[in-house]
């Protein structure tokens, strides 16, 4: 980390992780990278101290893995963490140092806790990856999906986490709570309305390890992240729209499902 400690920074937007499904296949590489390797990232550049007028502003990509999803009916602000992989367990842990190096006034501190985030053009060691690999899914076979129909997902478009990154780059500092963490708003959906909305050929062949992560993630109130700026995608067929737009190579029928269903919708 010495080349960041060269120069100091106004914002660093912190991204890099190794997966969740490598991190726990491997968790002694998760903890070098996303432990060890974060929190001396976070030291050098508190260490660097400010590069204008105020101190250095760390963006951080937490995960909704820090909670143990299955296990709870609902999700607020006081949720207590139980996260119940490595992967989570690091991120947790890496929001909590911030959280301490904000305290001492040494960084502005934010944390961001992402769900999944659609559609990655490599989902490889993302125990998450089927949510994007549907969206590539060929139309003239089926698409076996992981979950059973009524799985309930919490999920973010591309350019709506960035647009949530940047607003986190100007939002005043004090509008977040004392822990610096939030979670952020999401769409809630079940993988059957995905696949009727995409118009995929779709089977649904549950597996038991995807399924304690994605069975039924619950409704989530973040009131606190919505009360300092951040957004969800508004509905599916946008979520949805925004990833076609953003990877053109896919299905052009699942853009024609899509747009048929917005006309019917105002037709009514």
Same mark, same amino acid.
């Given at each position: 980390? !010495?080349? %960041? ?9 912190? *991204? ?28 050098? %550049? ?58 001492? #006034?040494?960084?502005?501190?934010? !944390? ?12 490889? #060691? ?5 949510? !994007? ?23 973010? !478009? ?27 708003? %999401? ?53 949805? *729209? ?7 190579? *896919?299905?052009?029928? %699942?853009?024609?499902? $899509? ?6 919708? $105002?037709?009514?």
């Amino acid at each position: 980390m !010495s080349h %960041v400690a060269d120069q100091a920074v106004d914002v660093l937007i912190h *991204l890099a992780t190794v997966p969740g499904g490598t991190a726990e296949a491997d968790r002694d590489l998760s903890r070098r990278i996303n432990l060890n390797a974060s929190l001396d990232l976070f030291d050098a %550049v508190a260490a660097a101290g400010p590069a204008a007028d105020r101190v250095p502003r760390i963006i951080y990509a937490s995960t909704i893995a820090i909670f143990s999803l299955g296990l709870n009916e609902r999700i607020d602000d006081d949720t207590p963490p139980a996260p119940f992989l490595s992967y989570a367990a690091h991120k947790l842990m890496c929001e909590t140092y911030l959280a301490d190096l904000h305290r001492r #006034g040494e960084v502005e501190a934010i !944390s961001l806790r992402l769900p999944a985030i659609l559609a990655r053009p490599n989902g490889q #060691g993302l125990t998450s990856a089927f949510m !994007s690999e549907i969206f590539r899914a060929p139309v003239d076979r089926p698409f076996v999906c992981p979950t059973s129909e009524d799985a309930r997902i919490w999920a973010m !478009s591309v350019d709506q986490a960035c647009i949530n990154l940047q607003h986190a780059i100007h939002m005043p500092v004090g509008l977040l709570p004392n822990s610096r963490a939030v979670t952020l708003p %999401v769409l809630r959906f079940s993988m059957g309305e995905l696949a009727t909305a995409l118009g995929t050929n779709i089977r649904f062949e549950p597996d038991p390890l995807i399924g304690q992560n994605f069975t039924s993630q619950p409704i989530l109130d973040a009131s606190a992240a919505e009360a300092a700026g951040f957004r969800n995608d508004g509905n599916l067929q946008s979520l949805i *729209l925004r990833v076609q737009a953003r990877f053109p190579a *896919l299905n052009d029928e %699942v853009l024609n499902t $899509v747009a048929r269903q917005q006309v019917g919708a $105002v037709l009514g």
